[in-house]
């Protein structure tokens, strides 16, 4: 099982940005992918998640600015991220899951498969 994250860089304050997350290894699409960001210094946290019946969970933080997406026959991820301001520069993951849960989607102690990250810098 692997998740490869691309599309990070660096971008000025209000512009965009899309990641992608391809899943490999799996039979099927995981029941749940995700984005979690960690800045410096902070603890990780959930961005935005969505499972396979293209349900969604975003942080306050991000509501209304990004947007995520799912190609269930790729099981790829995408996130558009619009509007992008300083405090949203961190390592961008990728994280996936095949068990369902009834709550807590954004939490990222729920999830064994990580990729490796991409780091998104918004300069302002």
């Known amino acids: 099982v692997q998740l490869v994250e691309s599309g990070g860089g660096a971008v000025q304050a209000g512009g965009s940005l899309r990641l992608s997350c391809v899943a490999s290894?799996?039979?099927?699409?995981?029941?749940?992918m995700g984005w979690f960001r960690q800045g410096s210094g902070k603890e990780r946290e959930g961005v935005a998640i969505?499972?396979?019946?293209?349900?969604?969970w975003y942080a306050d933080s991000v509501k209304g600015r990004f947007t995520a997406s799912r190609d269930n026959a790729k099981k790829t991820l995408y996130l558009q991220m619009s509007s992008l301001k300083s405090e949203d520069t961190a390592m961008y993951y990728c994280?996936?899951?095949?068990?369902?849960?009834?709550?807590?989607?954004?939490?990222?102690?729920?999830?064994?498969?990580w990729g490796q990250g991409t780091q998104v810098t918004v300069s302002s």
């Open positions: 994280a996936a899951r095949s068990a369902w849960l009834s709550s807590g989607q954004l939490a990222p102690g729920v999830y064994r498969n």
């Open positions: 290894g799996y039979s099927y699409s995981p029941t749940y």
């Open positions: 969505m499972d396979n019946q293209g349900r969604t």
